[in-house]
T-cell receptor, first 113, second 116 residues
Framework: GDSVTQMEGPVTLSEEAFLTINCTYTATGYPSLFWYVQYPGEGLQLLLKATKADDKGSNKGFEATYRKETTSFHLEKGSVQVSDSAVYFCALTPNQAGTALIFGKGTTLSVSS | EPEVTQTPSHQVTQMGQEVILRCVPISNHLYFYWYRQILGQKVEFLVSFYNNEISEKSEIFDDQFSVERPDGSNFTLKIRSTKLEDSAMYFC??????????????FGEGSRLTVL
């Protein structure tokens, strides 16, 4: 079935470092891809999304490009801040009509000053 | 800013007991969801709900589970007879639109269920 695999954490970085969190997916149809973020004490929030191949989603300095050829949707940020410390979840919807999100396990990011 | 709220934040129960987890979705949202995350594992879809009925459910959502919108504001998940493997963080979510593709899902902070 459809699935999402993301890199194991935790990821520990210093402020202003470059961030990459890898995400690959398996899907039979034409999925939409998402990154959700959970800050401490809060619910998951949509960070960015891409609905078709080669789309780039971006928000708050984060970006991810939908790569159909490598079935990937890696999250990147050029310069992380302490406030970016959170758990990041890669997810997909298998098709246009589905209501269900399929998530990865989540990757914990810890940024120190 | 409107948010999804969940209660309780943590519940400990004995195996075989019934548990009700409560959620107050964002007021103008029409679609409601439950997800769960067993420790160290993926966040898993359980069920979606629209117009007072289930619109989609996963294999996990068996007869032990039920959902209800008893009034205009609450959305509940009931586990009839809890098992050890039901121990997890349960997330409620809501959205304006019915597909995750077109509409952002707004999640609550989660309710941690521990079954002993």
């Amino acid at each position: 079935g459809d699935s999402v695999t993301q890199m194991e954490g935790p990821v520990t970085l210093s402020e202003e470092a470059f961030l990459t969190i890898n995400c690959t997916y398996t899907a039979t149809g034409y999925p939409s891809l998402f990154w959700y973020v959970q800050y401490p004490g809060e619910g998951l929030q949509l960070l960015l999304k891409a609905t078709k191949a080669d789309d780039k989603g971006s928000n708050k300095g984060f970006e991810a490009t939908y790569r159909k050829e490598t079935t990937s949707f890696h999250l990147e940020k050029g310069s992380v801040q302490v406030s970016d410390s959170a758990v990041y979840f890669c997810a997909l919807t298998p098709n246009q009509a589905g209501t269900a999100l399929i998530f990865g396990k989540g990757t914990t990011l810890s940024v120190s000053s | 800013e409107p948010e999804v709220t969940q209660t309780p934040s943590h519940q400990v129960t004995q195996m075989g007991q019934e548990v009700i987890l409560r959620c107050v979705p964002i007021s103008n949202h029409l679609y409601f969801y439950w997800y769960r995350q067993i420790l160290g594992q993926k966040v898993e879809f359980l069920v979606s709900f629209y117009n007072n009925e289930i619109s989609e459910k996963s294999e996990i959502f068996d007869d032990q589970f039920s959902v209800e919108r008893p009034d205009g504001s609450n959305f509940t998940l009931k586990i009839r007879s809890t098992k050890l493997e039901d121990s997890a963080m349960y997330f409620c979510a809501s959205s304006v639109f019915g597909t995750a593709n077109t509409g952002e899902l707004f999640f609550g902070e989660g309710s941690r269920l521990t079954v002993l």
